[in-house]
């Protein structure tokens, strides 16, 4: 493992070089002080967990956002790896993936070590709730790993391996162990942090984010050992509601403002649990958010930096949300204010982009050449419909640089903006909850959450509720979010044959004469556009092709292999190699 453990024996460097998203994230310049003269007071130490909150977490990006997404059937972008469920130990993003957790891991533990050595004024409450906020990421980055990997390595001090030079000897553990070291770590994290609501209204992480957190770990690690442990489900219910009563939180009113730039949006709930908190400002790369370009429509953006609009939604999630590539627009029937605030379409006028132009719409974007003000027409479009599935992303943008400094006050840059990415929020607990109740008999109690849920998108309510409703409720609400993925590999583990049928029912390919179809509905004969009626709406000539459909799905698809180089430095790590059983809590201890 020399290449992911060598953020190991980076860490305490890069601990250091990194810098936060907003104000209450601020550091002092890098070069104005050391790890002995840092932690001195109660400012100091609260400031050194801030980049646990972006920078080590960047190269997670492309594999969690777009590359889990399509694997799960929520996202198209052709016939590749991901589609296909064949990402091997080669794949970029998932070696950036793989080693950016790696590193998040390290660094927490670096945080943690620095925080306990630490000599000065500090008050022992402030250290803690430090200490917590590290640990509950560290809890973060395991969490994404064993559900990736499965069986993987527990590091509990990284400072141990490089003394003793171990990183090529690391055995992976059994996954149920992991998730053990996971609830174990939350458990200390709860000890540490406080219960101040008011503190997860500025999205820095508290005792309620980590209970939320362990609600989840729970309800995942239930199905581990290859049937449903009806105990953790009841303490997934228990830590889950906790949240739910107690934390202070609630859903925001408006679904599409939670991932909206204006911080008072989001924050004036504390919906969002755990979220990365990005700046366009520090000058340090890794610390911003560069989603939109990877997943926006080329010329969305003066800065030449979007290259995402031939890939979006797929046909079988536009099929769950009920509308589809082939329907007029403007007869088309919307029942979930998720689905726009999800999925971008022909014929969606979206106010909160380019508001200083009244706001963004998507008849005129690549028909009308005259719709690309100063700045954005270098750019222009692509002057035909791009993506074979008629969708394009709606969350993770964040619009053009007006949009940015009108709602933050500063500028967005190339691949540099500080919309958040939220990863965990409250509207996932009430369905962790839901889905626990349905699992252990409590259909009245789940019917509850589920329609709480479907309430604020003004979506007709349940009458009666199923684990299937709640299986489809996480889907609609949570798309595009790097989550659904891993609901199968949670489902995976007891029923891995209800997954396997899932997955190969889904309309995962893509349509042919979708440009046709368009154009011809907001374009005259003369090639003017004047918008729908130009010509009647005519899809006879849209088809589906089914050229991309998922035929061929096996149970060991849902545990991805290690990076190759990994594997090749240390052979523990390998898909054949056997992982160890480990008594988590004799052998590992947060004696603090």
């Not at 990194?18 to 209450?24: E, I, R, T």
């Not at 684990?467 to 609609?476: A, G, H, I, T």
Request: charged share 20%; aromatic share 14%; glycine share 6%.
């Amino acid at each position: 493992m020399k290449n992911t453990l060598k953020y190991i024996s980076l860490a305490a460097v890069i601990a250091f070089g990194a810098v936060s998203c907003a104000k209450f994230l601020d550091r002092p310049a890098e070069d104005s002080y050391t790890t002995a003269n840092y932690y001195q007071n109660d400012q100091q130490v609260e400031q050194s967990v801030n980049y646990l909150y972006n920078s080590p977490w960047y190269d997670v990006i492309r594999f969690y956002i777009y590359g889990s997404e399509t694997m799960c059937g929520n996202v198209y972008q052709g016939n590749n790896a991901y589609s296909t469920l064949t990402v091997n130990g080669t794949d970029a993003d998932l070696k950036n993936m793989s080693y950016s957790l790696w590193a998040v891991n390290a660094q927490c533990n670096t945080v943690i070590n620095n925080i306990r050595n630490s000599s000065g004024t500090a008050s022992q409450a402030v250290k803690n709730k430090a200490m917590g906020e590290a640990l509950a990421w560290k809890a973060m980055a395991y969490f994404l790993l064993v559900r990736t990997f499965g069986d993987v390595p527990i590091i509990h001090d990284n400072t141990e391996v490089i003394k003793e030079a171990t990183y090529n000897e690391q055995t992976k553990v059994e996954k149920a162990d992991v998730y053990e070291y996971i609830v174990m770590t939350l458990e200390k994290a709860m000890e540490l942090l406080p219960k101040d609501p008011n503190i997860g209204k500025y999205n820095r992480i508290d005792y309620y984010a980590a209970e939320g957190l362990l609600a989840k770990v729970y309800l995942t690690k239930a199905g581990v050992t290859g049937s449903l442990n009806n105990a953790d489900l009841e303490k997934a219910k228990t830590y889950a509601l906790d949240v739910i009563e107690h934390s202070g939180r609630s859903l925001t009113p408006k679904y599409s403002d939670i991932f909206r730039l204006q911080p008072s949006v989001f924050q004036q709930t504390g919906e969002n649990l755990f979220s990365w908190q990005w700046t366009s400002t520090s000058g340090i790369w890794t610390a911003q958010n560069s989603i939109q370009s990877d997943v926006g429509l080329t010329g969305f953006s003066e800065f030449g930096d979007i290259w995402g609009d031939w890939k979006g939604p797929s046909v079988d999630l536009m099929d769950a949300f009920g509308v589809s590539a082939d329907q007029d627009p403007e007869t088309r029937v919307e029942t979930d204010d998720r689905r726009a605030a999800t999925i971008l379409m022909f014929g969606d006028q979206l106010p909160y982009f380019w508001v200083d132009r009244g706001g963004f719409d998507m008849y005129r974007f690549f028909y009308d050449d005259t719709y690309f003000p100063v700045g954005l027409e270098k750019n222009g479009s692509n002057k035909q419909w791009c993506c074979q599935t008629g969708s394009n992303y709606v969350k993770h943008l964040f619009g053009c640089g007006a949009d940015h400094q009108a709602a933050l006050g500063v500028s967005a840059g190339r691949m540099s903006y500080q919309l958040p990415t939220h990863i965990l929020r409250l509207a996932d607990i009430y369905l962790v909850y839901a889905e626990a109740c349905v699992l252990t008999g409590d259909s009245q109690n789940a019917l509850i959450y589920v329609n709480k849920v479907r309430d604020r998108a003004h979506a007709k309510p349940l009458e009666s509720v199923t684990f299937d409703d709640v299986w489809k409720e996480r889907r609609l609400e949570l798309a595009m979010e790097g989550d659904r993925w891993y609901d199968y590999v949670r489902r995976s583990y007891y029923d891995v044959n209800a997954c396997i049928a899932d997955l190969k029912a889904q309309r995962r390919s893509h349509w042919d004469g979708l440009d046709k179809a368009y154009k011809s509905y907001v374009v005259d004969d003369e090639g003017n556009y004047v918008g729908p009626g130009a010509h009647s709406w005519d899809n006879s000539e849209i088809i589906y092709n089914p050229a991309e459909e998922l035929t061929d799905v096996k149970p060991s698809m849902f545990t991805i292999p290690f990076p190759t180089e990994d594997v090749v430095m240390n052979p523990n790590v390998g898909s054949d190699a056997q992982p160890v059983h480990v008594d988590v809590r004799e052998t590992y201890k947060y004696d603090f």
